[in-house]
């Protein structure tokens, strides 16, 4: 067999001698079985088809025929080859992928540029019986990927018994040689000479010849039956109990959602989640809508001796309420944008207005953590003979910052600061406003047109003496008069329990923050 390959590939360049050569070839192969077929070009790029036996046993194979740019690729079942006329029959063939309206399509040799067989019909060679020659079928392409017009191919297949189902196998016959290698070189360099890389053998298949050739939109959005998928999709919800569904399911999409809002809800929300024995009069609300009532004084001060009797002592509630409270002060003086490194130069000064009462206390504990933060600090404290112990303990803690500490009205700066905290008022002793130095310090405040912060102020009927921008209450929030402050609600770390023990039905407000604002129902 291989010499009659070298043979074909000696074939002349002109007609006469192909057809003389081929002739021979034929007379010659005739003492070995199978099927051998030639293909070979020429300048005209014809495609001659020299078959030693019959034709009919290629039919059944699927093979790919090129024609070029202008009729384009072609792939089917060949169903005739007639050698006289030169030409092959597909049915059911496809055009460029899309498959024809004509049952059969006949192609001459003429018009072949590249034959390629995509699947090889295996048939046993009843005649070839008792004989061990056995091939295997591979991949046949008759293309010229990388050659000149002058070069010929011929390409032959033999086919009898004993094939191989996986193409890549080798096989042996009767003389004990195996010719395994050879073969899979051959197909994966295309054929006799040629070399192709891998991507040529998977996406070689004259895909770049059409690559001008525009997409026919359509032609393909014709072959697409909307009418019968339409009708599918109406039918399957011909079901009442789909249907059923279909409909509350389009009367819930009515329903317009914030972009933070959940659309699966398992049950509704109550929004009034804080209940209690005694309510102060009045109501706020959340920014999620949580209603947070308020509650008298009396209730007030039995909810935080609960919380000492528990082990959340004074000490603890002050250092709570001396942190949020300076994270509340801090976003009000601009917060990162304000206190950074690089402005050094723009240090925010705070003064801090305390009187000697627990109230006073909590204000130093917040002094003490905004000097902490690079925070300028003035602390104003009144001098008493004996003051509460909370308040000289933290006297003592500010002492060791770098805040300033003065007792008189005359020690404050007189030009504007960035924040007044004010926690001079007390629940306890309303009776010092009434005193000299407590109504000198309220006039410089209501004078220094710095916004101002009041901590934990006390209820009064009377309106406060300075005038707060922003209040924030500790827990839960007392029945404040109505003014333009803007009330604050601050988390000192109470548990639930210690809500319940006084009778008030508790479930936290905060979400995720320590202080929230609070909103007048």
């Known amino acids: 067999m291989s010499g009659d390959r070298h043979k074909q590939s000696n074939v002349g360049h002109k007609g006469s001698d192909v057809v003389s050569r081929n002739t021979a070839l034929t007379k010659k192969n005739k003492k070995q079985p199978g099927l051998c077929l030639a293909l070979t070009f020429h300048h005209s790029f014809s495609l001659r088809i020299i078959v030693k036996r019959m034709a009919t046993d290629w039919v059944g194979s699927v093979v790919s025929i090129d024609c070029g740019a202008t009729l384009g690729v072609y792939q089917g079942e060949v169903s005739s080859v007639d050698r006289v006329s030169q030409t092959i029959s597909l049915k059911h063939p496809y055009h460029n992928g899309v498959k024809c309206p004509v049952p059969e399509v ?48 011929s390409l032959a297949i033999s086919n009898s018994s004993g094939l191989s189902s996986n193409p890549r196998k080798g096989s042996s016959n009767s003389r004990g040689t195996t010719q395994s290698t050879p073969r899979r070189s051959n197909v994966r360099n295309g054929g006799a000479g040629g070399q192709r890389s891998k991507n040529d053998e998977c996406f070689g298949d004259g895909t770049d010849e059409n690559l001008d050739t525009d997409f026919d939109f359509e032609g393909n959005l014709a072959l697409f039956d909307k009418a019968a998928v339409f009708s599918q999709i109406d039918g399957a919800s011909s079901n009442s109990n789909k249907l059923q569904h279909h409909n509350t399911q389009a009367e819930q999409k009515t329903q317009s959602y914030r972009h933070d809002e959940n659309i699966l809800e398992v049950k509704p929300v109550t929004y009034r989640q804080i209940t209690v024995p005694q309510h102060g009069g009045k109501e706020y609300c959340t920014d999620t809508g949580l209603v947070v009532p308020t509650v008298p004084y ?4 039995q909810l935080l001796a609960a919380a000492e009797r528990w082990g959340l002592s004074l000490e603890r509630r002050l250092e709570a309420v001396g942190v949020c409270s300076s994270q509340m002060a801090l976003t009000l003086l601009g917060g990162p944008n304000r206190l950074t490194p690089k402005n050094v130069h723009q240090r925010p000064t705070v003064v801090l207005l305390c009187g000697p009462h627990v109230q006073g206390a909590q204000g130093i504990s917040c002094g003490r953590h905004l000097a902490n933060h690079e925070v300028e600090v003035i602390l104003f404290l009144p001098n008493f003979v ?20 003065v007792s008189s009205v005359k020690d404050l700066p007189m030009s504007p600061v960035d924040l007044v905290i004010n926690c001079l008022d007390c629940h306890e002793n309303p009776l010092l406003k009434e005193q000299s130095w407590y109504q000198s310090v309220a006039d410089w405040a209501n004078k220094n047109r710095a916004p101002v912060l009041s901590i934990d ?21 007392l029945p404040l008069a109505d003014k333009d402050s803007r009330v604050y609600l601050c988390d000192i770390g109470l548990p639930k329990m210690v809500y319940q023990e006084v009778g008030i039905n508790y479930h936290s407000p905060f979400g995720c923050k320590f202080v929230i604002p609070l909103h007048s129902v």
């Open 386 to 405: 004996k003051m509460q112990e909370s308040v000289t303990s933290e006297v003592n803690l500010f002492s060791k910052t770098s805040g300033k500490q």
């Open 457 to 477: 102020p006390p209820v009064s009927e009377q309106p406060q003496s300075v005038d707060a921008k922003w209040t924030l209450s500790l827990g839960l929030p």
């Open 106 to 153: 006949t192609f001459s040799a003429m018009d072949i540029k590249d034959l390629k067989f995509l699947d090889i019909q295996n048939k046993v060679n009843k005649t070839s019986a008792g004989k061990d020659t056995a091939t295997e079928p591979s991949y046949i392409s008759t293309g010229r990927h990388g050659q000149t017009n002058k070069t010929n191919h």
């Open 298 to 301: 009396e209730l007030h001060k």
